[in-house]
């Protein structure tokens, strides 16, 4: 299994490797109530001073040393632009990826190709055969996200976030499902891994 992290180039954006002085740009677009409420309840809230700095430390970097988690800062027009987001996979039960994104670029489609790149990334370089993606079913824009995809709700139940518990769905696409929507995306685009990690 790959536990590097490389840079994936998309056409409006770029997923950089984190590292640990993203956590400025983090902690100053992350802790909104608009971004967090969906999370999951582990979270603390509200968010401490130091927060993104001790979650980049203390959870992310020492799984994406174990090799169970591949994680990404999403950039604008490459490496030199601004921090706007983050975006990362992971090899656990039902919970195969996660994001978020700074409030003033939400409705741009930035998202869903931070996604494509990272979700290709999964099948076609990890060779992982499922993706599996939790999230509340209040939350309509990340549904709806899903549903483009292609992926399709496997599962129902309650589920804890930090704004408290509410009906969560769990969301699934395969590899071949995957790969036949791509295939059949003129516009979709391969990732580039350009990089190792930093």
């Keep these: 299994m790959r536990n590097d992290v490389p ?4 056409d409006r954006i770029a997923l950089e490797p984190l590292v640990l002085a993203d956590s400025h740009a983090i902690q100053r677009l992350f802790p909104h109530w608009e971004i967090v409420r969906y999370l999951s309840h582990g979270m603390q809230w509200p968010y401490p001073a130091d927060g993104a700095r001790r979650l980049l430390q203390e959870v992310t970097f020492p799984s994406v040393a174990q090799g169970i988690e591949w ?10 632009g601004p921090l706007i987001g983050v ?9 195969n990826r996660g994001f978020w994104l700074g409030l003033d670029w939400h409705g741009q489609g930035l998202m869903t190709e931070a996604c494509k790149l990272a979700t290709d990334y999964w099948f076609d370089v990890l060779g992982f055969p499922v993706m599996r993606v939790p999230k509340a079913m ?7 996200l899903s549903e483009r995809e292609g992926m399709r709700l496997i599962q129902v139940g309650p589920r804890d976030f930090v704004s408290g518990r509410m009906p969560a769905g769990i969301w699934e696409t395969t590899a071949a499902q995957w790969r036949s929507r791509v295939s059949a995306s003129p516009s979709h685009r391969t990732p580039h891994p350009l990089a190792s990690t930093e």
């Design 7 to 10: 840079r994936l180039q998309g």
């Design 71 to 80: 994680a990404w800062s999403i950039r604008l027009n490459g490496k030199q």
């Design 87 to 95: 975006i990362s996979v992971a090899d656990r039960p039902n919970d």
């Design 138 to 144: 209040a939350n309509m824009p990340s549904r709806r």
